[in-house]
C-alpha cells in the first residue's frame, strides 16, 4: 500500500500532493481510486473539471477556482470520489478560498471523498495546515525504470533497429544509475542516447550520468560533483583516512548481510586551509558513490525558494539517488544565529535546522552527510549529540611528518620530482603553515623561477615560506580554542597529531 492509499482509505477529505509528475500522478491514481472504487476527478485552471475516465466531458469551472470548490462540495452525487486539483496553490493566497477549503473539508469527510492538490511546491498556508495532509509522490521506483527501459529497448531494435547489446545485470547498472530521474526526464535521456549512439550498450550511463547533473544543478542548491580528488591527494591525516577507507565496501550488500550498519555521517571540524574540504570531495571517489554538495548559503539565502522547501527538495533528491554522500561546507555559515533565530527570523533558521537534525538522526535512506566546519562557535550543540553524526574529527595543522607529505603531493601535482628538492628542509622551516599555505608556497616558488625563466628550486619555495605569515601565527588564540575545545568532543584526525 502506497502512502496517497492509505490517507485515502483513512478518509483524510485535503491531501496536499507534492510532485512533478502530473501523467504519472493520475495514472497511479487513477488506479488506486479504482481499487478503493473510488471515482477519480481532475481539475485545471484550463479545462475545469472532469472525470478521469471521460476526458471529453469538461465542466464550466475552467478559470474559476471558487466555482470548482462550489461545485465538489454541492454535488451529492459525488460521495465516494477523489478529486485532484492540479496546480491549485497560486489560489491559496485568497483567503475566500482557503476559507472554502476547510469548509469544503467537513464535507468531503461526510461523503468519504477527498480532495488533493497537486502541486510541485510546497506552499501550505498556516489555517490549512493541520487539516491536509503533506505527501510527497515519490520518484520513479527501479521496478517502474526498468518498465520503461524494457519497453524503450524493445522500440528502438524493432523501430529503429539498433543494435542493443544489454543483459540483465547491464539493466539493473543503468536503472541505478537513473535514479532520482522522473520517467519523463528518463524517457527523454534515452531518447537522446537513441540518437547519439549507434549501438545501445552500457556506453550510455554517462549521458545519463551528464543529465542527472544538469537536472541536479537545476535545483540551485545542490551540485553534483565529480570524483576527481581520491585520498592519495590528502597528505597526512591518518586516522581519518583509515576510518574512511574501513568503511568503503560498507553501502554494499555484502556489508549488510554482514551486518553491519550503513555508516550516517561525519562532522570534520578545524583549522581552515587543512585538508577538510579536500578530504569530503576524495570520499566520493574513493567510496565510489556520488558526491552530492548542498549549499547551506543558498538554503538560507531566499534566492531560490523558501528555507524550508529547500531542504525538504535537496532531501529527497539526494535521497531519491542514494546511496550517495550529501557534503556540507561549512555548516555553520547557514547555521549561524540558530538560537537568535527567534528574533531575527522568526524562527525560520531554528526551524529548518530542527528538521535538518531530526533527518540526520531518523533517515532511512542511505545518505551519508559529511558536513564541514571551520569555527565552533557557531555550531549549535545539537548538532554533536549522538546519533547524528558517527564521527566528530578534528583536523589539526599539519605536523613535520604531514608538512613533507602534503609538499610532495604538491610537488608531484605540478609535475615536479620532489626527490631532487629538499622537502625536509622546507618541512622544518613551515611549522604552523596549513597544507593550503603549503600549496601556495611551492606556487609562489613556481612564478618566481618561471619569471627568472630558470628551473624552481628549493630555495624558491623558502624564499615563498620567509614572506608568508601563517593564519595560525596570526590568530594564535583562535586555533588555541579550536583544539581544547576539540580535545574533550572530536577525535584526532592525523594519528601524529600530539608529537610535535
Ligand atoms: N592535508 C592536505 N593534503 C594535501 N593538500 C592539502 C591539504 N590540506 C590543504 N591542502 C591544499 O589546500 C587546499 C585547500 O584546502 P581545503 O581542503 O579547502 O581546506 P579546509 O580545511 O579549509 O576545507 C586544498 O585544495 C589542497 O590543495
Ligand atoms: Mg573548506
Not at 368 to 385: D, G, S
Not at 423 to 431: C, H, L, S
Request: glycine share 6%.
Amino acid at each position: 500500500m502506497n502512502e496517497i492509499e492509505i490517507h485515502l482509505r483513512a478518509r483524510y477529505p485535503l491531501i496536499y500532493l507534492i510532485s512533478w509528475e502530473e501523467t504519472r500522478l493520475l495514472e497511479s491514481l487513477s488506479s488506486t481510486c479504482a481499487l478503493l472504487e473510488k471515482d477519480l476527478y481532475v481539475w485545471t485552471v484550463t479545462d475545469g473539471l472532469w472525470r478521469y475516465s471521460d476526458p471529453k466531458e469538461k465542466d464550466d469551472t475552467r478559470n474559476s477556482p471558487m466555482a470548482v470548490l462550489d461545485a465538489i462540495c454541492s454535488l451529492k452525487a459525488r460521495a465516494k470520489s477523489v478529486f485532484a486539483l492540479l496546480d491549485f496553490h497560486p489560489y491559496l493566497d485568497d483567503p475566500g478560498i482557503r476559507r472554502k477549503l476547510r469548509d469544503a473539508a467537513r464535507k468531503l469527510k461526510a461523503g468519504n471523498s477527498s480532495l488533493i492538490l497537486v502541486s510541485p511546491v510546497q506552499i501550505v498556508p498556516p489555517e490549512l495546515a493541520k487539516e491536509m495532509a503533506v505527501l510527497d509522490f515519490d520518484l520513479p521506483s527501479p521496478d517502474e525504470l526498468t518498465g520503461a527501459l524494457e519497453q524503450f529497448l524493445e522500440a528502438v531494435t524493432n523501430k529503429l533497429r539498433l543494435k542493443c547489446s544489454i543483459t540483465k545485470p547491464g539493466m539493473e547498472k543503468i536503472v541505478k544509475a537513473s535514479m532520482g530521474l522522473t520517467l519523463d526526464e528518463f524517457e527523454n535521456v534515452l531518447s537522446k542516447c537513441a540518437i547519439l549512439h549507434e549501438e545501445i550498450d552500457l556506453g550510455i550511463i554517462p549521458d545519463i550520468i551528464a543529465e542527472k547533473k544538469q537536472i541536479i544543478r537545476k535545483s540551485g542548491i545542490l551540485e553534483y560533483y565529480a570524483p576527481e580528488e581520491n585520498l592519495q591527494q590528502v597528505g597526512g591525516l591518518e586516522n581519518l583516512k583509515i576510518w574512511l577507507k574501513q568503511r568503503a565496501e560498507a553501502f554494499t550488500q555484502k556489508a549488510r548481510d554482514f551486518g553491519l550498519p550503513e555508516p550516517r555521517g561525519l562532522l570534520l571540524v578545524g583549522v581552515q586551509g587543512c585538508g577538510k574540504s579536500l578530504t569530503a570531495k576524495a570520499v566520493g571517489a574513493t567510496w565510489k558513490l556520488p558526491l552530492l554538495r548542498l549549499d547551506v548559503g543558498r538554503v538560507f539565502s531566499g534566492i531560490v525558494g523558501s528555507s524550508e522547501e529547500n531542504v525538504r527538495m535537496a532531501v529527497k533528491t539526494a535521497e531519491s539517488i542514494s546511496p550517495c554522500i550529501m557534503w556540507i561546507d561549512e555548516i555553520e555559515k547557514g547555521l549561524a544565529g540558530t538560537a537568535s533565530s527567534n528574533y531575527t527570523d522568526s524562527g525560520t533558521t531554528a526551524r529548518v535546522f530542527g528538521t535538518f537534525t531530526t533527518w540526520l538522526q531518523e533517515k532511512t535512506r542511505p545518505v551519508f552527510v559529511i558536513a564541514t566546519a571551520n569555527e565552533i562557535q557557531q555550531l549549535p550543540p545539537e548538532l554533536m549529540r549522538k546519533g547524528r553524526f558517527d564521527e566528530i574529527f578534528f583536523v589539526d595543522l599539519p605536523n613535520y611528518e604531514e608538512r613533507s607529505e602534503i609538499l610532495r603531493i604538491h610537488l608531484r601535482k605540478r609535475n615536479r620530482d620532489f626527490t631532487t628538492f629538499d622537502v625536509g628542509r622546507i618541512a622544518a622551516e613551515t611549522e604552523g603553515f596549513s597544507g593550503a599555505e603549503l600549496e601556495q608556497c611551492i606556487i609562489g616558488g613556481l612564478y618566481d623561477a618561471f619569471d627568472a625563466q630558470r628551473p624552481m628550486a628549493t630555495t624558491d619555495i623558502i624564499r615563498n615560506v620567509a614572506e608568508t605569515v601563517p593564519l595560525s601565527r596570526m590568530m594564535a588564540e583562535h586555533v588555541q580554542a579550536l583544539r581544547s575545545w576539540a580535545l574533550e568532543r572530536a577525535r584526532p584526525a592525523s594519528a601524529r597529531a600530539m608529537e610535535e
